[in-house]
């Protein structure tokens, strides 16, 4: 079976975790990018978030981050990727237990997270939202007002950005619910287990659009939050294959290659070139 063909089916990922084997090997004695080259391809850690990430019925990985991450690592003369889904605590962790050899996932830049993992240039920018019922009963528009409110609980990725923002703007660890995935998200949001649920918005407009439910709102952007933008993610011992990403991924913005792939996503390619990791790692936000 070719690489490209194993690259897009989830089902075997065995295979893929059991050529990490020989990645994991003692002080990487080969270069990383020569050994991913060798493969055939890169495991990614992913969310299944569209726009961000999706992984079709018949597990073809698609999304922004997977698409963009393809077509530089087939620059690189790695001829595809393998994604594994996780949640978004668990991405870097299993990144630095080489579970992955990147996180494309939306993971947005921080502070803290440039610390623990080597990051490329920007490549997806977007801000927060929220799904609220129809009408927005709690009348909510910013985390500070689920922290006022005593009855509003809201739903969020565990690990994610919106988590620590609520949990930032003083909304109660008990009011704050971990959810394992967007769709999750919307039927506790449906069932009237939570009062709002928060992602970027993109992720959010994708959602509920699907869902087509009329009593459902969207929000946004949420007010007071930041803009974000994240980058392929690499552990920080791989900073040879983070650089060759990020010339590939330079290239493909000013040929106008990086636009066409992430725009029909929703998401703006001048946002992404009008940052920078160095800005980014340095927000206090």
Known sequence: MKHSTIARKLGIIAAATA????LAAPALAADTLETLREQGFARIGIANEPPYTAVKPDGTVSGAAPDVARAVMKKLGVDDVVASISEYGAMIPGLQARRFDAVTAGLFMKPERCKAVAYSEPILCDAEAFALKKGNP???????DIAKNPKARIGAPGGGTEEKLALQAGVPRDRVIVVPDPQSGLKMLQDGRIDVYSLPVLSINDLVAKAKDPNVEVVAPVKGAPVYCD?????KQDTALRDAFDKVLAEMKASGEFAKIIEPYGFSAEAAKQTSREKLCAASN
Request: charged content about 10%.
């Open 19 to 22: 050529a990490s084997m020989t």
């Open 138 to 144: 709690l009348n909510l528009a910013s985390y500070e």
């Open 231 to 235: 980058g392929a993610a690499f552990r």
